[in-house]
């Protein structure tokens, strides 16, 4: 499989995939490390900080190598051991929650409306509400130690709060952005390498803002898993969904506990089976510093000042195929990614409208200059924070 470029989805295979997840974790190789429970490292917060103080770069590469050759995922005890930080947090969740329920946003997240509660943008929501308490939450130094051992330097965070009720049902297993929010006919247009390293560029965390038994659906896992390189087509077919029911693992979590793993993994919300045990995490998502153009583009001004001249070639037939492809790639913004999931919901899929998509759906509706520029201010609207 590793020898085809543009991997194909017929050439994933299950049994190669399982012979993966089947490895079995060497604690040894972790000397920082705990104990492992169902292939999880689970480390202690103060024993793990101690050495940074001597040897940080040995720190570093632990938690990097956990997270790559590894089994992809750890657990921090007592990552947050002032309870009292995360209760205030707690509250100040609890107040953007109200303020938005009665703007009619319910923040259900691929659920069932009423299932669970989501906080988009937790980060700066919590920083707009309470600047004491984002202050006491952020300057939690283990969250910069993992941030930079996946990372490196200059990563930026992001945050989403996920509240989940009794009855909230389990989630499909599946991988975590950047290509896991894509659709399968757009992760083959990916070379593989291109595929492989998405996963370096951001990491995924959760700190437990309740106590998360096993009853009340903490994250299913399996270990080993970000290390199938067809992963981001995989994740979706029928036979990986049943190896992922078969032999995901679930641990419990204390509040205050950080679980944080490769976005490659295979994981899934688990059910809340619980009759009044609400489960509440706050979702991590660093990304690196890398994930950025070289300049400052503003793109919406270039649509508009092309629109007329574009429209008119469109319509003359003299632009089509594989050169109005160029064309729009060159000129309009391709990716759904940062945008403000609150005003910009994903309506199909997981990925909201493109500024391309845009572009060409008006060309293809034929619409006036004016009302293109309306539609185009409108969508950076909408993805502005």
């Not at 984002?134 to 993992?146: D, K, M, R």
């Not at 309009?332 to 998509?357: E, V």
Request: glycine share 6%; proline share 6%.
């Amino acid at each position: 499989m590793t020898d085809t470029l543009f991997l194909q989805p017929d050439a994933l295979s299950a049994n190669a995939f399982s012979l993966l997840c089947e490895q079995s974790l060497t604690l040894s190789d972790y000397p920082l490390a705990a104990e492992a429970e169902k292939n999880v490292l689970i480390y202690h917060n103060a024993a793990l900080l101690e050495p940074v103080q001597s040897d940080k770069i040995a720190v570093l590469s632990e938690l990097h190598r956990a997270l790559s050759t590894g089994p992809g995922v750890l657990v921090i005890k007592g990552a947050y051991p002032d309870s009292e930080v995360i209760e205030r947090h707690n509250r100040v969740f609890d107040a953007i929650f109200q303020q938005e329920a009665a703007r009619g946003n319910a923040g259900d997240h691929f659920s069932a409306a009423g299932n669970n509660g989501r906080i988009w943008n937790s980060l700066q929501k919590t920083a707009e509400q309470d600047a004491g308490s984002f202050i006491e939450y952020y300057s939690n130094p283990t969250l910069a130690l993992v941030s930079e051992a996946w990372l490196g330097p200059w990563y930026q965070m992001t945050a989403q709060v996920n509240v989940v009720r009794p009855g909230g049902k389990a989630q499909q297993p599946h991988r975590d952005y950047h290509l896991g929010f894509q659709e399968n006919r757009d992760v083959q247009r990916f070379p593989l390498p291109l595929q492989l390293l998405s996963q370096y560029l951001t990491l995924q965390g959760a700190v437990a803002h309740s106590a998360m038994p096993l009853e009340s659906g903490p994250t299913q896992l399996l270990p080993f898993s970000q290390q199938y390189p067809g992963g981001y087509l995989a994740w979706r077919q029928p036979e990986f969904i049943d190896y992922f029911r078969q032999h995901a693992v679930q641990l419990p979590l204390a509040q205050g506990d950080a679980l944080f793993f490769n976005p490659a993994l295979f994981h899934a919300a688990g059910n809340n089976v619980t009759r009044d045990h609400v489960r509440i995490a706050n979702l991590l998502q660093v990304s690196s510093a890398f994930g950025k153009p070289m300049e400052t583009v503003n793109r919406l001004r270039l649509l508009q000042l092309i629109y007329p001249a574009l429209r008119q070639r469109y319509q003359n037939e003299q632009l089509h195929g594989a050169e109005l492809a160029a064309l729009v790639a060159a000129a309009a913004d391709g990716y759904s990614f940062p945008t403000n999931l609150d005003s910009d919901p994903p309506l199909a899929g997981l990925a909201p409208q493109t500024q391309q998509q845009l572009l060409l759906h008006a060309l293809q509706e034929d619409w006036n200059a004016e009302y293109f520029n309306q539609q185009l201010e409108r969508q950076q609207r909408l993805r502005s924070a």
